[in-house]
């Protein structure tokens, strides 16, 4: 892999890896993090943003520490514009991980949503759950 590798994290996926700091989706995250760039829109980061700061997760993170993965997570992420629109995920709400996949021409989705996993692969992106992304090799 290249530095120039793109990568789609779902939420779940995202929230799941910040709170749980040695869970599979972290383990993934940081890999990713090694191999190449995040790619986000709009719509994706206001979804992690609102999910982030649920007062459910205070009892795992403080706000600020969720505030700094924010900030951190949108300056370092490659925003793309979404031009193509994409309907065919059955769950619509999971559609705009896939537009920024498309539009970006992401390699890699990672998520554990069934919705989503289920079209794998995805035009030219591969969807993966993050142990499946573990066990591939970064040559």
Same mark, same amino acid.
């Given at each position: 892999?290249?530095?120039?590798?793109?990568?789609?994290?779902? $939420?779940? $996926?995202?929230?799941?890896?910040?709170?749980?700091?040695?869970? $599979?989706?972290?383990?993934?995250?940081?890999?990713?993090?090694?191999?190449?760039?995040?790619?986000?829109?709009?719509?994706?980061?206001?979804?992690?943003?609102?999910?982030?700061?649920?007062?459910?997760?205070?009892?795992?993170?403080?706000?600020?520490?969720?505030? +700094?993965?924010?900030?951190?997570?949108?300056?370092?992420?490659?925003?793309?514009?979404?031009?193509?629109?994409?309907?065919?995920?059955?769950?619509?709400?999971?559609?705009?991980?896939?537009? !920024?996949?498309?539009?970006?021409?992401?390699?890699? +989705?990672?998520?554990?949503?069934?919705?989503?996993? !289920?079209?794998?692969?995805?035009?030219?992106?591969?969807? +993966?759950?993050?142990?499946?992304? +573990?066990?591939?090799?970064?040559?």
């Amino acid at each position: 892999m290249t530095n120039s590798t793109l990568f789609v994290f779902d $939420t779940n $996926t995202l929230v799941s890896a910040l709170l749980f700091a040695s869970s $599979t989706p972290s383990l993934a995250f940081q890999k990713a993090q090694k191999s190449g760039f995040f790619v986000c829109s709009d719509e994706t980061f206001a979804e992690l943003s609102e999910v982030l700061m649920r007062p459910k997760f205070d009892r795992y993170l403080s706000q600020e520490s969720r505030h +700094l993965f924010l900030k951190a997570y949108e300056r370092s992420a490659l925003w793309t514009t979404i031009v193509q629109r994409v309907t065919d995920c059955r769950d619509s709400k999971d559609n705009k991980f896939l537009e !920024v996949a498309i539009n970006a021409q992401a390699t890699w +989705l990672i998520s554990g949503d069934a919705d989503l996993l !289920v079209l794998h692969p995805y035009h030219d992106v591969q969807i +993966l759950t993050p142990a499946t992304w +573990l066990s591939v090799d970064d040559d």
